[in-house]
């Protein structure tokens, strides 16, 4: 697999509404068709939000003592297979889903809530769903890009930026899909939306939240157990957690998961018509705002200069 010849970089088109690729439609009619269980827990997030970090937390929680075998000889991607990926050298995140052994599934998805399966809401499936702010969110995707082969060119940081903020963007724009996911949580009660920056914060407290949400009671030393296995450090270097095994993703241009560092700023005009893009909603601005930090300037063309930093720590 080390050797194999990789495909082009796929292109951006529309898909109802929203920016994909075809690594996440190929698959469509049996992705809208997968057929989810009451149990299952599905962890939704924008990409580079905290998906391997909850998934590693959950898988933890309910397999972690029952099945230890599990952290040292199955990847991630398997034990919490991504539902709408196709990428042809793996089978399709609906297989791998539909051949799970254990209960409950832990599925994981970054489509845009309005294209999720119907069944995981007829089920009343628990989900769990994480949002991170723009500036870091934007940062660790644009790094993200230039090492998986599975994305468009990301091309340089100044394009990259403004195409986050246009929303052109492999699931469409951050903006939407936080939106979307906050305003689903208000008419479907087993939805738990966490923020990333909380975890970031209080790994022990985020941790009994999850717990309470998920109707678990783990020991003091279980809960330690576990958060000690999902810190950043022990995460990157674990094989099974570092997505290295994965050939689309060339470590040689960054690894997975990275090495936080804070760096020079930079600044780029933007027009006020993008400020919502990279803004909270606000009902989100007492998690989400805080944690933006920018630096806007008004100017007398009517036009922000948005600071941001290249580099930080986290997934």
Excluded at 107 to 132: D, G, M
Excluded at 223 to 233: L, S, T
Aim: net charge neutral; glycine share 4%; proline share 8%.
């Amino acid at each position: 697999m080390e050797n194999m010849e990789l495909p082009p970089r796929p292109k951006l088109f529309d898909f109802h509404g929203v920016s994909m690729t075809h690594y996440f439609t190929d698959n469509w009619e049996n992705i809208q068709n997968f057929q989810a269980r009451p149990d299952d827990i599905l962890i939704a997030t924008y990409p580079k939000a905290g998906t391997t970090w909850v998934s590693y937390i959950l898988d933890l929680l309910y397999f972690g003592q029952t099945a230890p075998e599990r952290q040292t000889s199955l990847p991630i991607y398997e034990r919490v297979p991504f539902l709408e990926s196709d990428f042809h050298i793996l089978p399709p995140g609906t297989e791998l889903a539909d051949k799970l052994s254990t209960s409950p599934r832990l599925i994981k998805t970054h489509l845009p809530v309005q294209l999720v399966p119907k069944s995981f809401w007829e089920q009343n499936c628990r989900v769990v769903y994480v949002a991170r702010n723009a500036k870091d969110n934007a940062v660790s995707y644009f790094h993200f890009d230039r090492m998986n082969q599975a994305d468009p060119e990301p091309g340089d940081w100044n394009n990259y930026l403004q195409r986050f903020m246009d929303g052109k963007m492999v699931f469409g724009p951050w903006y939407d899909h936080v939106t979307g996911w906050w305003e689903r949580k208000q008419t479907h009660s087993k939805l738990h939306y966490v923020f990333y920056e909380d975890m970031v914060e209080d790994t022990g407290r985020e941790l009994d939240r999850l717990c309470s949400f998920l109707g678990l009671s783990p020991s003091a030393e279980e809960k330690e157990r576990v958060r000690g296995g999902v810190q950043f450090d022990t995460m990157k270097n674990n094989s099974m957690a570092n997505y290295s095994t994965v050939p689309i993703m060339d470590f040689k241009i960054s690894p997975f998961m990275r090495k936080g560092r804070f760096l020079p700023y930079i600044s780029l005009s933007v027009s006020l018509s993008l400020l919502p893009s990279l803004c909270p909603p606000p009902f989100l601005c007492s998690h989400l705002s805080l944690s933006l930090s920018l630096s806007l300037t008004l100017t007398l063309t009517l036009t922000l200069t948005l600071t941001l930093p290249l580099s930080r720590k986290g997934w």
